[in-house]
């Protein structure tokens, strides 16, 4: 039997019925049955990042997301673009892990799904590079016009997508 390994996935979007929590879904139902596969819902509840607070005790989600983050064996995070940026509640998580190397060599997909998205892909690339995370070429996607590509509940429509959503998941399967 395969030992068991951890996913823990990230959507930048905080909207109910948002699209990237759709791809998440998705991307959950992919999983092997060997993979533990959770889609954190903490976004909202971390603090604003404070450099004098992230000490060794910091905020206690704070700790709760570092300890999934370091005890998770690959990550996926999917996100939106705003205003031409990272989402700032993801951003912040990211900023949380710095210091705590929570992302550290850690095999990551990274998929920007958004209107265009092309500027929060890039600048994604940049922050998960400054924390050191294995961010997996063949397991990083950006998809525009997202909301074209799916339907009103979530779904994925769109069979090309679908295809490079699997392609990217088994990229990131591959190296846990
Ligand atoms: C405040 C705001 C700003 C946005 N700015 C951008 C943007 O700069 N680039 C872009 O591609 N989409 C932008 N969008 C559109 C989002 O890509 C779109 O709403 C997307 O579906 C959000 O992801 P979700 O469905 O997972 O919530 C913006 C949306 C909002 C609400």
Redesign the pocket.
């Known amino acids: 039997m395969k030992p068991t390994k951890n996913i823990i996935a990230i959507s930048g979007?905080l909207?109910a019925g948002?699209?990237?929590?759709g791809i998440l879904r998705f991307l959950g139902k992919l999983a092997p049955a060997n993979v533990n596969y959770a889609i954190y819902d903490g976004l909202s509840q971390l603090p604003h990042f404070d450099p004098g607070l992230d000490h060794d005790d910091p905020p206690e989600t704070v700790t709760a997301l570092r300890k999934l983050l370091t005890e998770a064996d690959g990550v996926v995070i999917c996100t939106?673009?705003?205003?031409?940026g990272v989402p700032g509640s993801l951003k912040n998580a990211l900023d949380w892990m710095v210091s705590s190397g929570s992302l550290v060599g850690k095999p990551l997909a990274l998929i920007t799904a958004?209107?265009?998205?092309k500027n929060a892909h890039a600048s994604l690339l940049l922050t998960l590079g400054a924390l050191s995370a294995n961010v997996l070429e063949d397991a990083t996607l950006l998809i525009s016009f997202?909301?074209s590509k799916m339907d009103g509940d979530g779904n994925i429509t769109d069979v090309e997508t679908a295809n490079k959503l699997k392609t990217a998941f088994t990229a990131l399967l591959n190296q846990l």
């Open positions: 979007s909207r948002s699209s990237n929590h939106p673009e705003y205003a031409f958004s209107t265009g998205g997202i909301r």
